[in-house]
């Protein structure tokens, strides 16, 4: 299998349904619309399916002039893009602060109403700069001065509601072989969403990701800055809302690391000047880092 991107995801709503894509644009903030909008319960608490499940059922589908949300017994629900002079509603991702824009009155009892729990939504406030860890970015930059791409200073990678970096990629050999390791048990294979990447490789062998400082693809890079801790999320099934405690009983078996259970690696991107896009088949070329 030729070395290349498999596939491409964006999630415009934190915690909510993922959108798969054959071509889409990207900054060095992450795919477009990717969590450009985060659903905060009553004391303005990020909300995810780590508590509630549900919120995988929640299909988002944004558009020029705004964003449909959908989901199973409920009528499609528009919601309009913020005023430009909407007020900054502060929230924090793990630890992190950031701004958003409450979206409304409707858009919170659609949400309240399907989740169960009263709750809003905020879109990413015009005036937000969170940014993708200092540490991380700054030793990983200093640590590989010969990348041929130049990164933006540590300062400048700024992103939207994401966990903790702009950008997850996968390797899809490593899924793989987690679900040649869960059908030897007999349990039914899992998909690569549950993992919720951006940008799925493929003719790796498995978790080469481990070795990687990143991959180029055209003009661009992408730096591996951080190994991702997986967190309950995977237990999730898409299509149900229902959990259990596969697949993550069976990785944290085989993939358990000081760091935690590891799969996938977040990542920062150098890009070209003008305007970017990604597509599916993309040739990609790995950077290794023994």
Same mark, same amino acid.
């Given at each position: 299998?030729?070395?290349?991107?498999?596939?491409?995801?964006?999630?415009?709503?934190?915690?909510?349904?993922?959108?798969?894509?054959?071509?889409?644009?990207?900054?060095?903030?992450?795919?477009?619309?990717?969590?450009?909008?985060?659903?905060?319960?009553?004391?303005? =608490?990020?909300?995810?399916?780590?508590?509630?499940?549900?919120?995988?059922?929640?299909?988002?589908? #944004?558009?020029?002039?705004?964003?449909?949300?959908?989901?199973?017994?409920?009528?499609?629900?528009?919601?309009?893009?913020?005023?430009?002079?909407?007020?900054? /509603?502060?929230?924090?991702?793990?630890?992190? #602060?950031?701004?958003?824009?409450?979206?409304?009155?409707?858009?919170?009892?659609?949400?309240?109403?399907?989740?169960?729990?009263?709750?809003?939504?905020?879109?990413?406030?015009?005036?937000?700069?969170?940014?993708?860890?200092?540490?991380? /970015?700054?030793?990983?930059?200093?640590?590989?001065?010969?990348?041929?791409?130049?990164?933006? #200073?540590?300062?400048?990678?700024?992103?939207?509601?994401?966990?903790?970096?702009?950008?997850?990629?996968?390797?899809?050999?490593?899924?793989?072989?987690?679900?040649?390791?869960?059908?030897?048990?007999?349990?039914?294979?899992?998909?690569?969403?549950?993992?919720?990447?951006?940008? /799925?490789?493929?003719?790796?062998?498995?978790?080469?990701?481990?070795?990687?400082?990143?991959?180029? =693809?055209?003009?661009?890079?992408?730096?591996?800055?951080?190994?991702?801790?997986?967190?309950?999320?995977?237990?999730?099934? #898409?299509?149900?809302?229902?959990?259990?405690?596969?697949?993550?009983?069976?990785?944290?078996?085989?993939?358990?690391?000081?760091?935690? /259970?590891?799969?996938?690696?977040?990542?920062?991107?150098?890009?070209?000047?003008?305007?970017?896009?990604?597509?599916?088949?993309?040739?990609?070329?790995?950077?290794?880092?023994?």
């Amino acid at each position: 299998m030729r070395l290349a991107i498999h596939s491409l995801y964006s999630y415009p709503v934190k915690s909510c349904a993922g959108i798969a894509h054959e071509r889409i644009r990207v900054t060095e903030s992450g795919l477009e619309f990717d969590r450009n909008w985060v659903i905060v319960d009553a004391q303005g =608490t990020f909300m995810t399916q780590r508590q509630y499940p549900r919120m995988v059922l929640i299909r988002p589908e #944004p558009i020029a002039d705004g964003l449909w949300l959908r989901a199973p017994g409920q009528s499609d629900c528009f919601v309009p893009p913020p005023s430009p002079q909407a007020e900054a /509603v502060p929230v924090t991702i793990w630890g992190t #602060p950031t701004l958003g824009a409450d979206q409304g009155d409707d858009a919170a009892a659609w949400l309240s109403a399907f989740i169960g729990v009263p709750c809003r939504l905020l879109h990413l406030h015009p005036q937000a700069n969170r940014l993708a860890s200092l540490r991380h /970015v700054t030793h990983w930059i200093q640590t590989h001065p010969d990348w041929p791409q130049t990164f933006l #200073p540590a300062d400048r990678h700024a992103f939207a509601f994401a966990d903790g970096f702009p950008f997850l990629v996968t390797n899809l050999h490593s899924l793989e072989e987690l679900n040649g390791q869960l059908g030897a048990q007999g349990i039914t294979p899992v998909d690569m969403i549950r993992f919720r990447p951006n940008i /799925v490789l493929q003719g790796l062998e498995p978790y080469d990701e481990d070795h990687m400082a990143g991959f180029r =693809t055209g003009d661009a890079g992408f730096a591996f800055v951080k190994a991702c801790a997986r967190c309950p999320i995977p237990n999730v099934d #898409p299509q149900t809302g229902g959990t259990a405690a596969e697949p993550g009983r069976t990785l944290a078996r085989h993939r358990q690391f000081e760091q935690g /259970v590891l799969f996938g690696m977040n990542a920062i991107a150098a890009l070209p000047e003008g305007e970017f896009w990604l597509q599916a088949g993309d040739a990609i070329e790995p950077e290794y880092d023994f």
